[in-house]
Nanobody, 124 residues
């Protein structure tokens, strides 16, 4: 399994941008798909975006489509989530996760390794 560590969270005003990073350890990162999820207080963890092991295909939740961009750099064993036009409803703890099958999935159960999360707070 890979180990994942998120970074890049913070407090920004509505309309601003943040870029989250998900650094991983382990030589097999390039074979894993990566997903980003988020969890707001009192709500269930929800799917945000995913990218295949090769980076040639991505998937987004409707709520972030057109505003967020997921990417990866296998040479650096790192995935990124670029978040633009942020809204107060984007406030949550953001988690990255690794899917050993390398394919896109919105299901939490498809991901075997999770990071500890990074807080994103958007002020109105």
């Amino acid at each position: 399994q890979v180990q994942l560590v998120e970074s890049g969270g913070g407090l920004v005003q509505a309309g601003g941008s943040l870029r989250l990073s998900c650094a991983t350890s382990g030589r097999t990162f390039s074979s894993y798909a990566v997903g980003w999820f988020r969890q707001a207080p009192g709500k269930e963890r929800e799917f945000v975006a995913a990218i295949t092991w090769s980076g040639d295909s991505t998937l987004y939740a409707d709520s972030v489509k057109g505003r967020f961009t997921i990417s990866r750099d296998n040479a650096k064993s790192t995935s990124y989530l670029q978040m633009n036009s942020l809204k107060p409803e984007d406030t949550a703890v953001y988690y990255c996760a690794a899917n050993q099958f390398g394919t896109l999935s919105v299901r939490r159960s498809a991901y075997v390794s999770w990071g500890q999360g990074t807080q994103v707070t958007i002020s109105s």
